[in-house]
């Protein structure tokens, strides 16, 4: 039979699950799929080591569960870009002689995570090697309905529909080379969406 205290023992399951989650996210986003042990995500996440055990089965369900949380992030913040290129589209910005600029920053913003070149690099690097943890790929590959759908909505806005996949494809490989190269990936990407939008 529950008690009064029930629910706010759930509210307070709940927040300690959600840290937990978010913890390891961190930790792959930062330091790699690898450094997910439950003792470092109890650390990071400030709750005791049991935990982590009591609400993950193992790490294999932790990887996947962060990596729905990092495919949901993503989402969130290519539909940020959505209503960038909307007030863009409303205040005329995505016309003129300006145009095909402000549309490749905003796109390579949509892209890019947020953040400085170490932010970028930790993207990319985490990205490549998602593919050597299958629970993770599969949580990618679960998320990627929603990615793709917040990007063809922002295609849609920028008036590039018809050449979502290769404009998507300028700017991984722009990072990718700029990290390599040690440019700015944001500079580098903005330039090549710029000379393929040029008329």
Not at 15 to 29: F, S
Not at 53 to 80: N, P, R
Not at 151 to 178: K, M, P, Q
Request: charged content about 25%; proline content about 4%; overall charge negative.
């Amino acid at each position: 039979m529950p008690t009064q205290n029930t629910p706010r023992r759930q509210a307070r399951g709940r927040r300690r699950h959600d840290a937990i989650v978010r913890a390891a996210a961190d930790i792959m986003l930062s330091e790699g799929a690898a450094a997910v042990t439950h003792r470092h995500v109890a650390a990071v996440a400030d709750v005791p080591l049991a935990a982590t055990t009591y609400y993950f089965s193992g790490i294999t369900d932790l990887l996947a569960a962060a990596g729905a949380l990092i495919v949901d992030g993503w989402g969130a913040h290519v539909e940020e870009q959505v209503e960038v290129a909307r007030a863009a589209e409303t205040a005329g910005g995505l016309d003129g002689p300006e145009a095909d600029l402000r549309r490749a920053e905003i796109l390579t913003d949509a892209i890019l995570p947020a953040g400085d070149r170490n932010a970028v690099r930790g993207f990319y690097e985490h990205l490549v090697g998602a593919g050597r943890v299958p629970e993770l790929a599969q949580a990618y590959a679960d998320g990627r309905v929603v990615l793709d759908d917040a990007l063809a909505e922002l295609f849609t806005v920028l008036g590039l529909a018809d050449r979502s996949h290769l404009l998507v494809a300028i700017v991984d490989g722009a990072a990718v080379s700029a990290l390599a190269e040690g440019r700015d990936a944001r500079e580098l990407a903005v330039r090549l969406i710029q000379q393929v939008l040029a008329p």
